[in-house]
């Protein structure tokens, strides 16, 4: 069985890859310890240097980051970067759902749909999909509010690898269990409503967190259509306070735990031994007593 | 429909810029994450400690905010370079993380027999890497690679939001002196497609070539 997700993220290289280090190898392991650490120091005191020169580095240039106001400002940005990206998982998840079904199934006419979908949907930036919507519906006639105008062109966009990922978790499932919801009576739909999704979906959650990582990345695009999330308030605020260099890295870091989270929690999903992966969900059953003998 | 043929010259330019930006971003996002993801393997805790803050970093924060933070913010620290080669090198990095992702997912194809076989034949760490083990990771990478070029190219578009002239912004400008959105972002969006469709293929192509059969 192939697995549609990249392998664990967080473990150490394959055993095999080099001996148990002898006192030789130890010294030298050792030594470039010692060479990167300098290396990434000097990087570290050059970059500190560079900020000090131009009084970046100023007790007063910091300061306000450590009042409330300002993260309380910062705050209510993230609570919009929180409110786009639930929107667009949950109409993104929906449709990329219907899509990976649609390009699974035996009619031709839907297939092809999805297929296209997909593969143009993938295929073009979501800045140009922003511009055409805040450019192009109003010229409909159509004028949706401002979150709308960030949450439907990412929607496009994610519904297309949210079907991906969903795709390749029902290709990774053994055909077997189609086989068998179908010779128990169930429907088509049926089976693949009670039987398949259910695997399909649990085997691939840590690859649907890792997308809702990018999708959360996705609405600081919200920055182009001046809709208050994270980066947009990050703006803001720095066009107030002319602390550039620290408004931004304020809100980088911002980014990076908030994100960081959501790719600890698919690194953990991922390395888990799960209970009731498909995998290992066809393994224990027993043949029950009662199994008809086949000879 | 005449204005693109009057504004073809422009809308050419603006499409070498995104092609060379994409090229130039992409060979250098090859190099690097190559690099990040052989110091991810390596025997010293703190490159491989090093390699993967790095992924952590450029996977978790928006390229956007990364864009924005070298183009507008870095100045008021002395760290000025052209705008252009700016973004390329942002864009080379951010996308140095998703190349090293995919290519350590490649390192995980390789057969434990393979690296044993090249140890038992007393290739160093530096031989087995370099000889055996890399080679035939890029290759079951290509495909993921050639997704992360894909992704790569379409990143080139928020270069347009730092002020990067190509083909986004060109034709964004285009649209606000036309206002024919629909039309314009649409051919935009075809061409994108054609890129990523010649990405696509190439790598296609590449994989049947270099595809080693287990």
Do not use: C
Request: no cysteine.
């Amino acid at each position: 069985m192939t697995t549609p997700t990249t392998p664990s993220v967080r473990t150490a290289p394959t055993v095999s890859l080099y001996d148990e280090p002898g006192p030789r190898t130890r010294r030298a392991i050792r030594l470039w310890s010692v060479v990167v650490v300098l290396a990434l120091a000097g990087l570290l005191a050059a970059g500190l240097v560079q900020f000090g020169s131009r009084g970046q580095l100023d007790a007063d240039r910091w300061t306000p980051f450590l009042s409330w106001p300002i993260w309380q400002y910062l705050l209510v940005g993230l609570w919009g970067t929180i409110q786009a990206a639930a929107l667009v998982a949950v109409l993104g998840g929906a449709l990329g759902l219907l899509l990976a079904l649609g390009r699974l199934s035996p009619r031709r006419p839907v297939r092809w749909v999805s297929t296209a979908y997909i593969e143009v949907a993938r295929t073009v930036p979501v800045l140009l999909l922003i511009y055409l919507m805040l450019f192009g519906l109003p010229q409909l006639g159509l004028d949706l509010p401002l979150i709308w105008k960030l949450v439907v062109p990412l929607t496009v966009a994610n519904s297309a690898a949210f079907a991906e990922i969903v795709r390749a978790g029902i290709l990774g499932l053994s055909r077997g269990q189609r086989e068998a919801g179908l010779s128990l009576g169930l429907s088509s739909a049926q089976t693949t409503r009670l039987v398949v999704l259910p695997q399909a979906l649990r085997f691939v959650t840590p690859s649907l967190v890792t997308q809702l990582v990018s999708l959360v990345k996705d609405t600081s695009l919200g920055y182009i259509v001046a809709f208050t999330e994270l980066l947009y308030r990050g703006q803001v605020l720095s066009s107030f306070n002319h602390l550039l260099i620290q408004t931004f890295l304020v809100v980088t870091l911002v980014y990076l735990v908030f994100n960081g989270a959501l790719s600890t929690l698919a690194a953990r999903l991922r390395a888990r031994p799960s209970r009731r992966s498909p995998r290992r969900a066809a393994a224990p059953v027993p043949a029950p007593a009662s199994a008809p003998a086949l000879d | 429909m005449d204005f693109f043929v009057d504004s073809a010259g422009p809308l050419a330019t603006a499409l070498g810029t995104t092609i060379v930006m994409a090229l130039v971003a992409g060979a250098g996002a090859l190099v690097l994450g190559t690099l990040v993801a052989a110091a991810r393997i390596s025997p010293v805790p703190v490159l491989r400690g090093a390699a993967w803050a790095y992924t952590q970093f450029f996977v978790n924060v928006p390229l956007l905010a990364l864009l924005i933070l070298a183009v507008f913010a870095l100045p008021d620290a002395g760290l000025i370079m052209p705008l252009a080669p700016t973004t390329v090198l942002v864009l080379a990095l951010y996308e140095a993380a998703y190349v090293a992702e995919a290519v350590r997912s490649g390192v995980n194809t390789v057969g434990n027999g393979q690296i044993e076989a090249s140890r038992a034949l007393g290739l160093t760490l530096g031989q087995t890497l370099r000889l055996v083990v890399l080679p035939q990771s890029l290759r079951a990478a290509v495909q993921p690679i050639g997704n992360v070029m894909i992704a790569l190219t379409m990143n080139t578009a928020l270069a347009a939001a730092v002020g990067v002239v190509e083909l986004t912004s060109a034709v964004n400008k285009l649209n606000l002196v036309q206002a024919q959105p629909i039309l314009i972002f649409t051919a935009a969006g075809l061409v994108y497609m054609v890129l990523a469709l010649v990405i696509g293929l190439g790598a296609g192509r590449l994989e049947r070539k270099a595809a080693i059969v287990r």
